[in-house]
């Protein structure tokens, strides 16, 4: 039996479906799987997890407000200890464990983290993975949640995972809306206070190669939710 991992409220908001690729030989810190203005403005990019981004999140775990830590964890978590750290950051490896960064680039210095979302892949049903996002108090409400999504969904079902599941609070519309966008509802039960979640991917989650021209814009005003 697998421990799934709740997921933190966001905002899925977006302006349209695509994400334009970012092109990584102009940035010289590639590859970015995707790029988008949030609705407050910031130009940000989404990129497989690194392990050097480990001190980040360690750092930004505690910067999230008791609320989003709650709704994360479905419960008190002040900070990350060294064996979480190493699965969420250093147990990635693309296959098994699937983790995209939200990031602000930065070109003369380190890319500044300010989201991740995680996949983790059910060895009893390799097909279906548990999911994961948080993003930073600041940014949620601006489409950011909605962004790493869209680009894990892509790198998931590259690799063969079919079905994101995920628990989360009952009063978690915002999540909700967030996973079942992505696909189509599987599973959706209640028990002892969590909401259980399954969803059937779509081909494609909205973050791969093909959109338009323009950078997207996420702008809250367009939003369906």
């Not at 590859?31 to 609705?39: D, H, I, K, N």
């Not at 964890?73 to 060294?82: H, I, R």
Request: charged share 20%; aromatic share 2%; with cysteine.
């Amino acid at each position: 039996m697998s421990t799934k991992t709740p997921m933190v409220t966001t905002d899925p908001r977006v302006h349209s479906q695509q994400l334009q690729v970012w092109d990584s030989a102009a940035t010289g810190h590639g590859p970015y799987l995707a790029r988008a203005t949030l609705a407050g403005g910031l130009r940000v990019a989404v990129r497989p997890l690194r392990t050097s981004d480990r001190g980040q999140l360690a750092a930004g775990m505690g910067h999230l407000s008791e609320h989003s830590r709650h709704q994360r964890f479905l419960g008190a978590k002040p900070s990350l200890n060294a064996r979480e750290l190493d699965l969420l950051v250093d147990g990635v490896d693309q296959h098994r464990h699937v983790a995209v960064a939200l990031v602000w680039p930065r070109t003369s210095c380190s890319d500044i983290v300010l989201g991740v979302a995680h996949a983790f892949r059910l060895s009893e049903r390799p097909d279906t993975a548990d999911v994961s996002v948080t993003v930073v108090d600041e940014l949620q409400g601006q489409g950011a949640g909605r962004l790493l999504m869209s680009a894990l969904a892509d790198a998931s079902v590259d690799r063969g995972i079919k079905r994101f599941t995920a628990l989360l609070l009952p009063s978690n519309a915002a999540c909700a809306r967030l996973i079942t966008g992505l696909g189509t509802v599987d599973n959706d039960g209640t028990s002892q206070g969590v909401r259980d979640l399954t969803v059937v991917l779509s081909s494609c989650g909205g973050a791969r190669d093909g959109g338009p021209a323009a950078q997207q814009t996420l702008d809250p005003s367009t939003s369906t939710a």
